[in-house]
């Protein structure tokens, strides 16, 4: 899996000072600042502590089966911005370089609130995974007029989520990542539209390479 955060403090020193620091006991492979530099903390081949109790698909415990990549923002608690286009370049060009190397499937690439989505809401509704989807990197889900999923909760789990949460939680989780103009926690037509369009994509068929 490839997992994106926010680093949610105010400064990126600030953040990597922590991220450096074993007594933290959080970690992640790389960060990315918002002039576009890249620093990697953890080898790809070595396990990050940056997921925490975690979800998708199936699977748990998601720091032995994941890269993490930590992107310099203050996040909601101290005054959430725009992620600069340098450092989304930046971020893109790490993510295919990370996926050249590792065979993950498009499914797999999440936010933080994805795996996450009753304690997290990184890196969050202003990170442009549309962007990225459309250089190769994650997935993104065009919308057919008229068409939307009527069991909002069993698409949910389909795409990964945990079955047991608050069905609120789970939308507004998707929502950040995949209906960012709208995160209510509603299954809105547009909400439902988006679903319909991404479980087309993870029901696809792999192709052969």
């Known amino acids: ?43 790809e081949t070595r396990c990050a502590f940056h997921a925490g109790v975690s979800y998708w698909r199936g699977r748990s415990a998601l720091n032995g089966r994941s890269i993490g990549i930590e992107v310099v923002n203050p996040g909601h608690a101290w005054g959430y911005r725009d992620f600069p286009v340098l450092q989304l370049a930046a971020v893109c060009d790490l993510c295919l370089a990370i996926l050249s190397r590792h065979p993950i499937p498009a499914r797999n690439v999440v936010a933080h609130s994805d795996v996450a989505p009753d304690r997290k809401q990184d890196p969050g509704e202003k990170f442009d995974w549309r962007s990225l989807a459309e250089n190769g990197v994650g997935l993104w889900p065009d919308d057919v007029a008229g068409d939307g999923t009527d069991d909002v909760r069993a698409a949910l789990v389909e795409i990964g989520y ?39 994509l993870v029901d696809a068929p792999v192709p052969v390479r």
Do not use: C, K, N
């Open 1 to 43: 899996m490839l997992i994106l955060h926010y680093t949610g403090m105010r400064t990126a020193q600030e953040a990597i000072d922590r991220l450096r620091d074993p007594i933290s006991r959080v970690s992640s492979h790389y960060v990315v600042d918002e002039d576009g530099a890249v620093l990697r903390l953890v080898p």
């Open 162 to 200: 945990r079955s047991d949460l608050e069905l609120r939680i789970m939308l507004r989780a998707f929502q950040r990542h995949w209906r960012p103009d709208a995160v209510t926690g509603e299954a809105d037509a547009g909400t439902r539209t988006r679903l319909a369009g991404l479980l087309r």
